[in-house]
């Protein structure tokens, strides 16, 4: 097994990942860990067991929750516009510098409210290791998922970007709400269904279509289990048609996450007729974490 | 005391109104019980033990999910457009006629989708009776709640209407997701400052504008006790805009519900340039059970 060059972490709410990897970015070796909502203020102590039989003087780049105020050490927001330099300078630094944690970004989005994102920047960063002609002209990338986050770079450089709670609202109504009665998998027709329904009356309110998730299957158009694929269908075409309409109509969007959600989300966008491409979001956080780890590199 | 002349019901999913009525309509006594969901299947006996004390020979007139499948005996919904006299003709016997009960509404909405309800349709028909002038020209009712309705009249007929799961979504959001992190009241300020910063933009998604509720308490412009308040804005508004969009603007629209409830609304409403007036739901609803209680009786 070749050396261990550098440890990249993605240390998130709910789950922390570390890779052990050469000094070509290869993985050599991985280990999972509880999230920093679950690490108890043990952020170092959960580290250090961890990666006790890796090289110890590898150095380690982190992101995500860890440098928020319940993480390890707090790493203040970068304010868009952002550039990979950027990101990478204002990383906070823990035990000598060996240890580094990735700040989030802040943005003052279109609707002149505050917005931030923690871990998502670092994907943008991999994305643009990964596709190099994503580091031209004015992109759209999405990171769906609980927060969905949407980011418009120019020139490789983080512009701005907005969030939408659309995998929250989606957990929420399909675990705890009435209009969704009997829970079901999000299987591709009924959640077709749902994108058609909206792209009927797309410039409906989200608010005056939700009931249709319950009334339809009252009324035996939809089946009972159908109702949870439904509410996606409504819920993704929202958070799609929203983005387009604030950040700009573009011909492209770029999905980053998990292969499951994104290819919901590109589903989505072809009936908004928005092609898209995806990468998976483990693949995108270590390339970010990366090419942090060389940016801070190439400063010493 | 009179004697009872009428027993009126209010039996929805969670609690049950019973009233003893004279012969004009004035309650003479009134008890309480457990709503549908709660009685298990024994509405005949729930009914039977409130109005043991009460004048055996007294019809009754209920309302609500009592007429659900998960009722007493289900009462198949009327379709729009809906006059008092059909809804009272449409009202299912038991008892030889001694008890009805009173039929939901269904109608196919603006978005082509079918819409119900049940247990509101008495309250609007009450409304008709306290405030007659409802009864002529264009009228756009509205009973806010967990499911709001909004129920577009034409001469005393309800044309169609529309649901919005408003109170339902305030209340998953505001007691389990991560947006609001500190559950506050509902002050006036807060809650205004939800409807000022939704009218800034009126066009917006509500996906897109509901992360403010947490990026605005973590960047300090709202303290976190406010973010309820402001999330009840943020969707009242939202509402609002919508039933406007939808099913057209009016000057004026009345309000059915609890003074808490509607008094927000009629500030929302005022926000977007509507004036409103408003009864208490709890005199509709009786307004109405004695409204279609005297339908059925001139009709014998």
Redesign the interface.
């Known amino acids: 097994m070749s050396e261990g060059a550098f440890i990249a972490g993605d240390w998130g709410t709910s789950n922390l990942r570390l890779f052990l990897c050469d000094a070509h970015g290869r993985v050599l070796d991985s280990a999972t860990g509880p999230g920093v909502a679950g690490s108890d203020g043990r952020c170092a102590e959960i580290f250090d067991s961890l990666t006790s039989g890796w090289t110890a003087t590898a150095p380690a780049v982190l992101c995500g929750m860890v440098g928020s105020n319940i993480g390890w050490m707090q790493a203040p927001y970068a304010a868009c516009p952002a550039t990979l330099a950027e990101i990478a300078d204002r990383s906070v630094s823990l035990r000598d510098g060996r240890i580094r944690i990735v700040p989030g970004l802040?943005c003052r989005n279109?609707?002149?409210?505050?917005?931030?994102m923690r871990g998502e920047e670092t994907q943008v960063l991999g994305v643009l290791a990964l596709e190099p002609t994503l580091r031209h002209g004015r992109q759209l990338l999405c990171l769906p998922g609980t927060?969905s986050k949407w980011a418009l770079l120019n020139e490789g450089v983080v512009l701005e970007f907005?969030?939408?709670?659309?995998g929250?609202?989606f957990n929420?109504?399909s675990h705890?709400?009435?209009?969704v009665r009997e829970r079901g998998e999000v299987t591709p027709v009924a959640f077709r269904n749902g994108l058609e329904?909206f792209a009927?009356?797309p410039?409906?309110?989200?608010?005056?279509?939700?009931?249709?998730c319950r009334?339809?299957t009252?009324?035996g158009?939809l089946a009972p289990g159908d109702a949870t694929a439904f509410l996606s269908g409504l819920?993704i075409a929202?958070?799609i048609?929203?983005?387009l309409?604030?950040l700009g109509e573009v011909p492209e969007v770029h999905l980053i996450g998990s292969p499951n959600l994104t290819r919901l989300y590109a589903d989505g966008l072809a009936h908004q007729h928005c092609r898209s491409n995806a990468t998976d979001g483990s693949d995108a956080v270590l390339a970010g974490l990366m090419q942090i780890r060389t940016q801070l590199s190439g400063k010493r």
Chains 1, 2 share one sequence.
């Open positions: 802040s279109r609707f002149d409210a505050p917005d931030f927060h907005l969030t939408a709670p659309t929250e609202l929420l109504l705890h709400s009435v209009l329904q009927r009356f410039r409906a309110r989200l608010l005056d279509r939700l009931f249709e009334s339809r009252l009324d158009e819920l929202s958070d048609a929203g983005a309409e604030t």
